[in-house]
């Protein structure tokens, strides 16, 4: 059973316009949630992260949204730029201790284009 | 600072052979550990995880193990590789200590042949 889920596997946007990644779970008791962006051939680094008590975290160009009832979170990248292309992974916990390992989603690509 | 080191970068193997990938964390203690896999179409899948020496969690039942034989050590093995074991293999720390940030080593790219 997944419990992170990534529905679209690519995307393209053209750069200067926004893109935006949609993230779904299923489970009630995740209450912290991260997007990692991954590079080809290279380990995936930490983008943004949010709290169960947020419904919103912005950072620069990123802003990520919750939307709890719905169990919905999605990325927004504004503006894109061609930089910005790889993978986007949605990730979820259900204890903010540490303990408890992450569970990503599939993944998004991203592709912007000049 | 923090650091990861994940090796080899590429290897190339025949079915049937063992494997062992190693993963070090610099400049930290106790971290939790974690081995992922990046197969097509299936995104990022916890195989392992150890909060502390000698203590491994399983998450999917194959034919792959993995030790803690130090503190900030992460192995991952195998007997004998399979075709289905191909794939881009990712270590990763986290402080588990009221922070959920992972980072993720450069990655092995694994190819049964």
């Known amino acids: 059973d997944q419990q992170v889920k990534q529905n679209s596997p690519s995307l393209s946007v053209q750069e200067g316009r926004i893109s935006i990644l949609n993230c779904d779970y299923t489970n009630s008791m995740f209450d912290y949630f991260l997007w990692y962006k991954k590079y080809p051939a290279e380990g995936p680094t930490f983008l943004i992260s949010i709290s169960s008590i947020k419904d919103k975290n912005e950072d620069g160009r990123f802003t990520v949204f919750l939307n709890k009832s719905a169990k919905h979170l999605s990325l927004h990248i504004v503006p894109s730029q061609p930089g910005d292309s790889a993978v986007y992974f949605c990730?979820?916990?259900?204890?903010?201790?540490?303990?408890?390992?992450?569970?990503f989603g599939k993944g998004t690509r991203l592709s912007v284009i000049a | 600072s923090q650091t990861i080191h994940q090796w080899p970068a590429t290897l190339v193997q025949p079915v049937g052979s063992p494997l062992s990938l190693e993963c070090t964390v610099e400049g930290t203690s106790n971290p939790n550990l974690y081995w992922y896999r990046q197969a097509a179409g299936r995104g990022l899948q916890l195989l392992f995880y150890s909060v502390g020496i000698g203590q491994i969690s399983s998450e999917v039942p194959q034919n792959l193990s993995a030790s803690r034989p130090q503190d900030r050590q992460f192995i991952l093995s195998s007997k004998k590789l399979l075709l289905s074991d191909s794939g881009f293999y990712l270590c990763a720390w986290s402080p588990g200590t009221g922070d959920m940030g992972y980072t993720f080593g450069s990655g092995t790219r694994l190819t049964v042949v």
């Open positions: 990730a979820a916990s259900s204890e903010f201790s540490g303990n408890t390992p992450l569970v």
